[in-house]
């Protein structure tokens, strides 16, 4: 499992400030909606995207169609785990931030772990 928000810490920083819950979500087979065009090692469709990866933090997908259709056939699970309930701290230190961001990390992972294998992936 990649994850994308390994180093982002601003809604971290956000529900700290704020008292708001963290609730770790996990989608199992949202890769799978939409037809893409392939992007092998080496190829020119995967350069880009690893460009855009990398100026934007994200890659736009390059579908097969013009105007992409969601397969309703296509199976899309979605998992909840236990709410992070936070306490209200106005100014949280880059060391909070960093020991709430890694507890949520984890607990996201533990959650994909124990909903891979019924979600079948």
């Known amino acids: 499992m990649r ?10 920083r ?6 708001a819950s963290l609730v770790p979500t996990i989608g199992f087979g949202e ?5 893409c065009v392939q992007n092998p090692e080496g190829s020119w469709t995967r350069a880009i995207q690893t460009l855009g990866m ?9 579908f097969k169609t013009f ?13 909840f785990g236990s709410p992070m309930h ?6 949280p230190s880059q060391e909070l931030v960093d020991i709430t961001h890694q507890k949520y990390l984890e607990k996201l992972k ?4 124990s909903h891979r294998v019924e979600a079948g992936s």
Request: net charge positive; proline share 8%.
């Open 31 to 35: 890769n799978e909606l939409f037809e």
């Open 54 to 62: 990398k100026w934007f933090g994200f890659s736009i997908p390059l």
């Open 86 to 91: 936070m306490e209200k701290v106005a100014e």
């Open 3 to 12: 994850l994308h928000i390994k180093n982002r810490k601003g809604f971290v």
């Open 110 to 113: 533990a959650l994909f772990e």
């Open 67 to 79: 105007m992409p259709v969601v397969d309703p056939r296509k199976p899309l699970t979605v998992v």
């Open 14 to 19: 956000i529900a700290l400030m704020t008292s």
